[in-house]
């Protein structure tokens, strides 16, 4: 079974900037559309970032101009860098391929302070 390992999450002032880090137990990440996701109280998850298997990148709304990602197929990696941090933006975050999914890490959690 692959694993998903995210880390890099914490409490943050508002403005602040985190980066994200991904790293899967077997290479997931070659042939497959990466992304972000995150899920705060209440609400459903939401994918907010993902790069393709070509490097190219999409956005939700929210976050773009403010987050990038980023994948290194080396490293069975990905990242995501998050600059100009809101409020809003308080939520667990998660990695996982696109469409062929694997189980679901524990995340890991974003705080931003107001």
């Known amino acids: 079974q692959v694993q998903l390992v995210e880390s890099g999450g914490g409490l943050v002032q508002a403005g602040g900037s985190l980066r994200l880090s991904c790293v899967a137990s077997?290479?997931?990440?070659?042939?497959?559309?990466m992304g972000w996701y995150r899920q705060a109280p209440g609400k459903q998850r939401e994918l907010v970032a993902s790069i393709g298997t070509r490097g190219s990148t999409n956005y939700a709304d929210s976050v773009k101009g403010r987050f990038t990602i980023s994948r290194d197929n080396t490293k069975n990696m990905v990242y995501l860098q998050m600059n100009s941090l809101k409020p809003e933006d308080t939520a667990v975050y998660y990695c996982n391929a696109l469409y062929v999914k694997v189980s679901w890490g524990q995340g890991t959690q974003v705080t931003v302070s107001s």
């Open positions: 077997a290479n997931i990440f070659s042939g497959n559309v």
